[in-house]
Each structure stands twice: as C-alpha cells, then as structure tokens.
C-alpha cells in the first residue's frame, strides 16, 4: 500500500520553462513534506520541505504548494535548467518522524 | 565537513550468504536512517537509529537488522539472502530524531545477489 504516490514516472521540459512535479498522498496524519533530488550515483539532496501548517513554501526558482483537503502537493521549478535533470522524490512524515517516499518522478530539462 | 560515507561502494553476493555495510554519519549527528531502493519503489525505510537505539522499523523481515554505534557510525545486516534483496541502500544521517532535522544522505552500496 503506497502512502506517497508519483503518478508521473517522467517529465521532459524546455528549458526556461516551469517544472510542475506532483505528489500525492493518502495518509491524513502526515504532517511534515519534503523533496528531494538524486542525480546517478549519488545520495538524493534535499531540496525543500513544507509544514502541514502551511500551503507555500519557496526558496529561489522552487516552490512548494501543499493541498491537505485533495492531499496534494506539488513542486514547481522557474525557470527550469538542464542541471535540474535528475530524479526527484517526495517524502512525507507523521509524528512518529519516519519518512515515506515515493517511487521518483524523471525529470529532463532539455537545452 | 565530510559528507556521509558508506562502505562498500558495491557488493556481489550470492543467495543464502549474509552481508554487512557500513554507515559513516556526518560529524555530530546522532541519527541515522537505513533505505533501500529498487527500481519503481522509491525509497523504502528500513530502520532509524538515534544515540544507539532504533527508534522506528518499517516493514522489512527480521533478516534486516542493524546497530549503532557509540561515535554515531552505523551498520545494517542481510542475513540469508534473497535474490530480492538486489537493491541500492542508502543511509542518511541528521542532527536530531525530528521530520524537520534535514536528512543527509551517502552514496549508497549498491548490492547485488545472484
């Protein structure tokens, strides 16, 4: 039973354009999401998160929009640039703090 | 600072045998967590260990254990195993045992059994 769900294995992108990435979830006691980005060969890096407590959370070209009632979030990148090709996973966390990922969305920004 | 470091890098195993591998946390973190990746699962986690305890499980057999050290460093273990347990593992370290403690996470070992 996937808690966290990536519908959307693949993304290509010009590049300039806005990255849209999506995210859902089914558990309503999560409380804490976040993002990640994994290139080949190395460790995923964190890249933003959000509190339930809030619906927006931005930090330069990324911005994270949360939907708690369609338990629904999102990661938008303007303007979207060949080095953000890379593997990009949500995560979500309840109180007990264990984070649930899920199964990576490819993005491809082309030049 | 030096980032997380897991040894090995890469493992072949055979089916029946055990395997260890090791975690290296980030200078002053006391937590580190245990993932296993394959191919359209995601991240699945394994445990979390803070200051020598595992304080969260998820949902593998008990072949998967692991431990943790008193300088932080961690290992996990597969004992018997499968040709499933083929996966990338990953292992991430942070401050403290709290969702908004940024995760940083190793390379990976990436291990395969035939």
């Known amino acids: 039973d996937q808690q966290v769900k990536q519908n959307s294995p693949s993304l290509s992108v010009q590049e300039g354009r806005i990255s849209i990435l999506n995210c859902d979830y089914t558990n309503s006691m999560f409380d804490y999401f976040l993002w990640y980005k994994k290139y080949p060969a190395e460790g995923p890096t964190f890249l933003i998160s959000i509190s339930s407590i809030k619906d927006k959370n931005e930090d330069g070209r990324f911005t994270v929009f949360l939907n708690k009632s369609a338990k629904h979030l999102s990661l938008h990148i303007v303007p979207s640039q060949p080095g953000d090709s890379a593997v990009y996973f949500c995560a979500a966390s309840d109180s007990s703090y264990k984070l649930i990922f899920g199964s990576g969305t490819r993005l491809l920004v082309r030049p | ?114």
């Open chain 2, 1 to 114: 600072k030096a980032g997380v470091t897991q040894t090995p890098r890469y493992l072949i195993k055979t089916r029946g045998q055990q395997v260890t591998l090791s975690c290296s946390p980030i200078s002053g973190h006391r937590s580190v967590s245990w993932y296993q990746q394959t191919p359209g699962q995601g991240l699945q986690f394994l445990f979390e260990y803070f200051s020598e305890t595992q304080r969260n499980k998820g949902n593998f057999p008990g072949r998967f254990s692991g431990r943790q050290f008193s300088n932080s460093r961690s290992e996990m273990n597969v004992s018997t195993l499968e040709l499933g347990d083929s996966a990338l593992y990953l292992c991430a370290s942070s401050l403290a045992f709290r969702a908004e403690e940024t995760q940083y996470f190793g390379p990976g070992t990436r291990l395969l059994v035939l």
